[in-house]
C-alpha cells in the first residue's frame, strides 16, 4: 500500500511537471496581463485540512507563498501586483487568531526589505488600507518597507491590508471634497464638476492601471469588496486552491483563461 502511494504520488508529480512545461512554452503566445490582484485566501481551511494544531500556520506558510508567487509574475512579465491579506472585517475574528496573523504579517515585511530579489527586481511595495489601525510595530515594518523600496519602478506591489473596498471609495470621496473646498470652491461647484476622473487620483492606486485580471483562491466566487472602484472592467478568475497550495500551474492556467477572453470594457 504505501509502495502504491509512493508510485502514485511520484507519477502525479511527474505528469504536473510535464504539464507546467507546456503550459511555460505556451505563454510565449498569450496576453499577458499587465496588473494582477490576488484575494489570497484560504489559509484556515489549507491548516485544518492538513493537521495544523495551530491555525496561524496557514497564515504563514500563506506568506511565505507570496515571494515565489511575485517571482513567477515577474517571469510571465507582469509588472503590478496588488494583493489582499488582511480585510477591516478580518478585525471581527478571534482576537487570538488576529494577533497571530498581525505577527506574521509584520515578519514578513521586515524580511521583505532583506529579500535579494526585492532590490534586484526593483520592487516598490505600496500599502493600501487604514494602516493606522495596526498595531505600531507592524505600521513602522510597513513603512520601512515602503521606504527602502520607494525609488524603484521596474514592478510595483500592492499591499492591501486593514483594507475595504467601500472604506477606500469614502476615503477617495473626502480627500477630493478637502482639496476642491482648499481651493475655494463652493459645493454647488464641487457637485457640478464631479467625475469619475476627478476621484481616481484620490484611490490608493492612484497613477497605476487598473487590474486587468483578478484572481480569487480557495473556491470562494465573489469580490469581497477587492478594488471595487478599479476593477469596474477587470477581468476575475476564481481557483479552488488554497492560497498556500497555489501552485505556478494555477497561475499560467489563470493567465491563459484571461488570453482567451475578449475584453470589451463595457462596449
Not at 71 to 89: A, R, T, Y
Not at 102 to 121: A, P, S, Y
Not at 188 to 213: A, R, W
Not at 246 to 256: E, G, M
Amino acid at each position: 500500500m504505501i509502495l502504491w502511494q509512493f508510485i502514485k504520488n511520484r507519477l502525479k508529480k511527474l505528469f504536473y511537471t510535464a504539464y507546467q512545461k507546456r503550459l511555460e512554452k505556451a505563454a510565449s503566445n498569450w496576453y499577458v496581463p499587465y496588473h494582477i490582484g490576488i484575494i489570497l485566501d484560504g489559509n484556515r481551511r489549507y491548516a485544518k485540512a492538513n493537521g495544523f494544531s495551530n491555525i496561524i500556520q496557514g497564515h504563514y506558510d500563506g506568506a511565505t507563498k507570496l515571494e515565489e508567487f511575485l517571482h513567477w509574475c515577474d517571469e510571465l512579465g507582469v509588472k503590478i501586483v496588488s494583493i489582499w491579506i488582511f480585510s477591516l472585517d478580518n478585525f471581527k475574528r478571534e482576537k487570538t487568531e488576529v494577533t497571530g496573523i498581525m505577527d506574521v504579517i509584520e515578519q514578513k515585511m521586515t524580511e521583505l526589505v532583506t529579500i535579494e530579489g526585492l532590490h534586484k527586481n526593483q520592487i516598490k511595495v505600496r500599502p493600501m488600507g487604514k494602516i493606522e489601525l495596526l498595531p505600531p510595530r507592524l505600521q513602522a515594518a510597513i513603512r520601512a518597507a515602503e521606504e527602502a523600496t520607494k525609488h524603484y519602478d521596474k514592478f510595483i506591489l500592492n499591499v492591501a491590508v486593514a483594507y475595504g473596498g467601500r472604506e477606500e471609495i469614502v476615503e477617495a470621496f473626502r480627500s477630493h471634497l478637502k482639496s476642491e473646498l482648499k481651493e475655494g470652491k463652493t459645493t454647488d461647484q464641487i457637485v457640478e464638476e464631479l467625475s469619475v476622473d476627478k476621484i481616481t487620483p484620490h484611490l490608493y492606486t492612484s497613477d497605476q492601471p487598473d487590474p486587468d485580471l483578478i484572481i480569487r483562491t480557495s473556491g470562494e466566487i465573489r469580490l469581497g469588496g477587492f478594488l471595487l472602484w478599479q476593477s469596474a472592467y477587470s477581468e476575475y478568475y476564481f481557483c479552488d486552491t488554497y492560497w498556500p497550495a497555489f501552485r505556478k500551474i494555477d497561475l499560467l492556467r489563470a493567465i491563459r483563461d484571461y488570453s482567451q477572453r475578449q475584453r470589451r470594457f463595457g462596449r
